[in-house]
């Protein structure tokens, strides 16, 4: 449904000086008694071992099928699906080609498919998930059933099965994608049918990590596939190693004559629009021993002691997943807005951002007039200022920085992990560019924020991947559409402690902010990867934009705020009423990262000792525009 413009959402605001008081569960979204679905999703006898993912804005699906090649599908709702073409044909003449599992690797934005061919797992790559695949070679021989893991810190693990007397499963951590470290494979779980009868025919098969609360699920499927005791069991660890226990309760999948379920097994997992957590996996046709699968999917649930459940359904009338929103137009949450930037212009509030529901169509403007009751523009492009076909980019619209400037607003924003900037003659937009061109199509970078000087010399500040999220700064040109890479330097990385709680191998420090205050410069940055609930912001000082800029002791200074899981990327705004205030997101709740909201939080200055920057001080009580607030003057 789309959203007409310059609807009032009526939205107020709550203070909160602790967490659940503020309601970290946001409420849900209005269920669609319209909206079901009935297993199978496909309904042909054939698919199985279904690998779904998402990535930017659209689901894709491969699975078992001819077990010739593997053939990508696309959804933008998990439940209706279309054909697409052939991703990987290895070009054997028998059926043995099985289980295969996606990755996509931000670091050199490439695709990797590990495939399951003639009792190999092995690895091929693109530069799209619905382009083929080109091979890279043979990891494993004498197995099956490939899963990549990426860790918080950015560690892989390669996750597999290896065939024999019995099917055991192995990590393997991984150099890269395509590279295992030398270190040896690690057993991990090893079927024992006297003890667990469910396990069966001597086969653990199917792993798959998925970690939550710092506990790590292993997921794996016991007993023959072709039977109808095929099942779905998880053990944990608080490893990606392990050693992991065996869930007492399993399996959590199973056999259910009454009901019509047989042979459940091999799944993957992936979130809706909503950010709930489903499973996509094939049940048999009968009891009768075969290859007559089909897929299906079911939502996942965890209970207040974490344990995993799930009810597998089949040919009954269920609640849908929430769709992704495609181009059906904006969120209908006004603020779940990510990497959040507010600008203040003519009395009025324009709010930009990341929306995780869609960030390949551009980038989303709301407008207020008091901080607490957000609309979409009328003059906006259906709820966005910035819309992919106008600018360079067609995929990941982040973090965008927007700035009044010789008559014109120019909005420095990311797309394929590149910055570039357009310009508009209104703030709702439409941001257009003459040429769709970034700054510089060598240098990946994101996270643009403009500061413009007392003297009126601007600046960039930027965040490049270099072993790492490293915040740079540059000069740019007077009219804001250079950048000056002569001047180009590094000022800010991340060091251990606060800033990398994971001990990552990729350390982050983005969304750089940049204020003048008394004569000194006080750049905002958040530290640990985005989906890490340590999310969190400090800030450093300088005589200079240039730097040499020097991070505050008493760091972080926003971490966690109000209860809050992953609550970073901040901006600073100064209210109509003069109130200083950071601009930033947090987690959708303890459970879910996506949606992210927008959310605020007072600071002020605290004068410094003799000779020494006066220290930034945040509120602890946070807002969120949807409760409502106590007196805030906005």
């Known amino acids: 449904m789309k959203l007409t413009p310059m609807i009032c959402f009526g939205l107020v605001l709550l203070a909160a000086t602790t967490g659940p008081a503020i ?3 946001l409420p849900a979204e209005e269920e669609d008694p319209g909206r079901t679905y009935t297993n199978p999703i496909i309904d042909r006898f054939g698919p199985a071992d279904p690998h779904v993912f998402e990535h930017a804005g659209r689901y894709y699906m491969s699975f078992t099928d001819t077990a010739r090649d593997y053939l990508i599908h696309t959804s933008s709702d998990l439940i209706n699906w279309e054909a697409g073409p052939v991703v990987y044909d290895p070009g054997i003449e028998e059926p043995q080609v099985w289980a295969p599992f996606f990755y996509y690797h931000p670091e050199d934005e490439t695709f990797y498919l590990y495939y399951s061919v003639r009792h190999t797992v092995g690895v091929a790559k693109s530069s799209a998930p619905d382009q083929p695949f080109e091979k890279v070679h043979d990891l494993f021989e004498g197995s099956i059933d490939a899963h990549l893991f ?6 892989l693990y390669l996750y597999f099965t290896t065939l024999g007397e019995p099917f055991v499963i192995y990590v393997q951590p991984m150099e890269n994608p395509v590279t295992p470290r030398d270190t040896p494979q690690i057993e991990l779980l090893r079927p024992e049918p006297d003890r667990f009868p469910w396990e069966r025919h001597n086969v653990a098969e199917a792993p798959w990590i998925h970690k939550r609360d710092g506990v790590y699920y292993l997921m794996y499927s016991a007993a023959g596939a072709n039977t109808p005791y095929y099942c779905i069991n998880y053990a944990t660890s608080d490893s990606p190693t392990g050693p992991f226990v065996r869930h007492e309760g399993n399996p959590i999948v199973q056999r259910d004559d009454d009901r019509g379920i ?3 097994g091999h ?3 992936v979130r809706d629009g909503a950010g709930e957590l489903w499973m996509m996996y094939h049940q048999q046709n009968s009891t009768k021993l075969g290859w007559n699968r089909f897929v299906c999917i079911d939502p996942v649930s965890f209970d207040d002691r974490g344990n995993m459940q799930v009810t597998p359904t089949r040919g009954e009338p269920r609640p849908a997943p929430v769709p992704l929103p495609g181009d059906e137009g ?5 603020v779940a807005v990510a990497d959040p930037f507010v600008l203040e212009h003519a009395g009025r509030y324009y709010l930009y951002g990341t929306l995780d529901r869609g960030p390949n169509r551009g980038i989303p403007v709301r407008v ?3 901080l607490i009751h957000w609309s979409i523009p009328e003059e906006s492009n259906d709820g966005y200022a910035l819309v992919a076909d106008d600018v360079f980019g067609d995929r990941g619209f982040w973090a965008p920085s927007v700035v009044y400037h010789d008559g014109r607003f120019h909005m420095f924003y990311t797309a394929n992990e590149r910055i570039s900037v357009a310009q508009s003659d209104s703030p709702a937009g439409p941001f257009v560019q003459d040429e769709h061109q970034p700054f510089d199509a060598d240098m990946p970078a994101i996270d643009p924020h403009v500061f413009i000087d007392d003297d009126g010399q601007p600046y960039l500040f930027f965040v490049r991947l270099l072993q790492g999220n490293r915040i740079f700064v540059a000069e740019l040109s007077n009219d804001l559409q250079t950048l000056r890479i002569d001047t180009m330097r590094e000022i800010i ?9 994971a001990e990552a191998n990729w350390p982050v420090t983005e969304s750089p902010s940049v204020i003048k205050h ?7 940055y958040t530290a640990n990867d985005f989906r890490n609930p340590d999310y969190s912001v400090g800030y450093a000082t300088a005589s200079s934009p240039m730097g040499p800029w020097t991070k505050f002791e008493g760091n972080p200074v926003l971490r966690r705020a109000g209860g809050l899981e992953g609550t970073g990327a901040a901006g600073v705004l100064r209210t109509k009423s003069g109130e200083r205030v950071l601009v930033f997101h947090s987690h959708a709740s303890r459970q879910n990262l996506r949606p992210r909201r927008t959310v605020y939080s007072r600071f002020e200055f605290i004068p410094g000792d003799s000779g020494e920057p006066d220290t930034v001080r945040v509120d602890d009580r946070v807002y969120t525009p949807r409760l409502q607030v106590f007196g805030i003057p906005m």
């Open 23 to 25: 309601g970290t569960e």
């Open 150 to 155: 990426r860790d918080d810190d950015g560690e």
């Open 262 to 264: 047989f042979g459940p």
């Open 267 to 269: 799944h993957s997992l």
């Open 330 to 334: 904006p969120d209908p949450d006004p």
């Open 368 to 370: 207020s007039d008091d």
């Open 493 to 501: 990385s991340a060091e251990p402690g606060w800033e990398n709680s």
């Open 518 to 524: 008394n004569g000194v410069y006080y750049l905002f």
